[in-house]
């Protein structure tokens, strides 16, 4: 048997093969997924415009903003809700390289695909053919695909700026204060919590099993660990999500859940409010 030591730069590039197996692009993921939890969790405690909002007029306000986008068939009126939350974004500090990565980019690769047909199946005008296959490219396929990716991407800034912006269990809070049912909330809850103890989990198991590691296993024998691996973790988080329960509940916990911070509007909220409505009305309106 050969021992092969991995350091750091070597665990990266995936060891001789120059390539990662399933350990490490699973220890990989887990470490990134924390990390940008880490930074959003940053980012919305840092100073800006909507930092200050209180967090019920924030959410009210994005969603004010974001329910005529995805009601236009104005390019211009998106276009201008896109802008107000780039806007939005550079005044709250919100970096446009994270919006890049983390949305628009990632939003245009997936609702690309989704409306890569529809200039082909949409009947119409025909603006152009394609030189080989033949097919013919609507001006009425194209205008659909574009109002599909720019709504999504439009909507999708402005939810990333309400998390970015604000704490998690701010939001939650804010969700019942607006009358969104307790159960829904704490799942919710519960859910973005319990994902971050699962990747934990799998880290340990994945770093420990690679520490354990001599030479190179089999294709048949990778999948296999992988296979273990994955029902080991599967009975770990159900046995934990049993305990958690008793746990909250031996705390008080009877449905609903209460967080220390008690929200106060003032002037500036109100002030923020009106303007959210002024946008959304204004928007609306060019919409009819």
Not at 141 to 166: D, F, I, K, N, P
Request: proline share 3%; charged share 15%.
């Amino acid at each position: 048997l050969t021992l092969h030591v991995y350091d750091s730069r070597d665990w990266r590039q995936g060891g001789r093969r120059g390539t990662r197996g399933f350990r490490e692009r699973t220890t990989s993921v887990c470490g990134d997924a924390r990390e940008h939890a880490f930074h959003a969790e940053q980012t919305a405690r840092a100073d800006g415009l909507l930092h200050c909002v209180d967090p019920r007029v924030k959410l009210v306000g994005i969603f004010a903003l974001g329910a005529p986008a995805a009601a236009s068939r104005s390019f211009a009126v998106i276009a201008g809700l896109l802008a107000i939350a780039i806007a939005l974004a550079a005044l709250s500090h919100v970096s446009f390289a994270v919006l890049l990565k983390r949305v628009w980019i990632a939003v245009l690769l997936f609702t690309g695909v989704i409306a890569l047909p529809a200039p082909f199946v949409t009947p119409g005008q025909v603006v152009w053919h394609l030189p080989l296959l033949g097919w013919s490219v609507t001006a009425q396929g194209l205008a659909s695909a574009g109002y599909l990716v720019l709504r999504v991407e439009t909507a999708a800034t402005l939810c990333v700026l309400l998390v970015l912006t604000t704490p998690w269990n701010h939001v939650l809070k804010a969700m019942r204060v607006l009358r969104v049912p307790a159960v829904l909330v704490t799942i919710l809850g519960m859910t973005y919590r319990y994902l971050f103890l699962v990747l934990q989990s799998a880290h340990d198991m994945f770093e420990s099993r690679r520490s354990r590691m001599i030479g190179e296993l089999a294709g048949r024998e990778r999948r296999r660990v992988a296979a273990a691996s994955a029902g080991v973790l599967m009975s770990k988080t159900f046995d934990l999500s049993n305990e958690v329960y008793l746990a909250m509940q031996s705390r008080g916990y009877r449905g609903d859940v209460s967080v220390l911070d008690e929200f106060q509007i003032r002037n500036f909220d109100w002030a923020m409010l009106a303007a959210f409505s002024l946008v959304s009305i204004a928007a609306f309106r060019l919409v009819g």
